[in-house]
T-cell receptor, first 114, second 114 residues
Framework: AQSVTQPDIHITVSEGASLELRCNYS??????LFWYVQSPGQGLQLLLK??????LVQGIKGFEAEFKRSQSSFNLRKPSVHWSDAAEYFC????????????FGAGTRLFVKA | GAVVSQHPSRVICKSGTSVKIECRSL??????MFWYRQFPKKSLMLMAT?????????EQGVEKDKFLINHASLTLSTLTVTSAHPEDSSFYIC??????????FGDGTRLSIL
């Protein structure tokens, strides 16, 4: 069965510093991969997705992620973090066999310090 | 863009009450809708997948009789928490997909059982 691992429960970065959130997945075929952001008490917002093609994916709010098949990773990056980026980030893998199902990682809480 | 509306956003009720949560796709026909449960500071746990006009597929460990899902049309799915108890208190999130579209999430429902 597919699974998603986000090794970091929480990360703290300084405003203006670069950010990388790690995500590893386990899946037999080429996965559909997603990054979502969730502010406290809110729903999820899709940052970016990878289905196929270029392995470097650009998303909203200045985020990007790179799919590395050899490492089974899909890390999220941002060159310069803003205080408003503080939130919970979820990596997810989607499976499209017999319907579509998305499995979420445990999430990484991002704290931004001034 | 596509929008999923979830109602109510928050509900507080007494133990033993049944609570219905609605999930609507506002500008697209959703082939599949999903219901997730999120515990505090935890990831989203998929509860069930529903397709219009058919019975929902529940994930292992989710009580079908406790969490009734009805998917009456391509734009509406409902989750009814029957005879709710304090341990059912949680954040419930729905999502919907259309063909060749990623999931779109509702803003969630905070359910508190007293």
């Amino acid at each position: 069965a597919q699974s998603v691992t986000q090794p970091d429960i929480h990360i703290t970065v300084s405003e203006g510093a670069s950010l990388e959130l790690r995500c590893n997945y386990s899946y037999g075929a080429t996965p559909y991969l997603f990054w979502y952001v969730q502010s406290p008490g809110q729903g999820l917002q899709l940052l970016l997705k990878y289905f196929s093609g270029d392995t470097l994916v650009q998303g909203i709010k200045g985020f990007e992620a790179e799919f590395k098949r050899s490492q089974s990773s899909f890390n999220l990056r941002k060159p310069s973090v803003h205080w408003s980026d503080a939130a919970e980030y979820f990596c997810a893998v989607g499976e499209a066999r017999g319907g579509f199902k998305t499995i979420f990682g445990a999430g990484t809480r991002l704290f931004v310090k001034a | 863009g596509a929008v999923v509306s979830q109602h109510p956003s928050r509900v507080i009720c007494k133990s033993g009450t049944s609570v219905k949560i609605e999930c609507r796709s506002l500008d697209f026909q959703a082939t599949t809708m999903f219901w997730y449960r999120q515990f505090p500071k935890k990831s989203l746990m998929l509860m069930a997948t529903s397709n219009e006009g058919s019975k929902a597929t529940y994930e292992q460990g989710v009580e079908k009789d406790k969490f009734l899902i009805n998917h009456a049309s391509l734009t509406l799915s409902t989750l009814t928490v029957t005879s709710a108890h304090p341990e059912d208190s949680s954040f419930y999130i729905c999502s919907a997909i259309a063909e060749n579209q990623p999931q779109h999430f509702g803003d969630g429902t905070r359910l508190s059982i007293l």
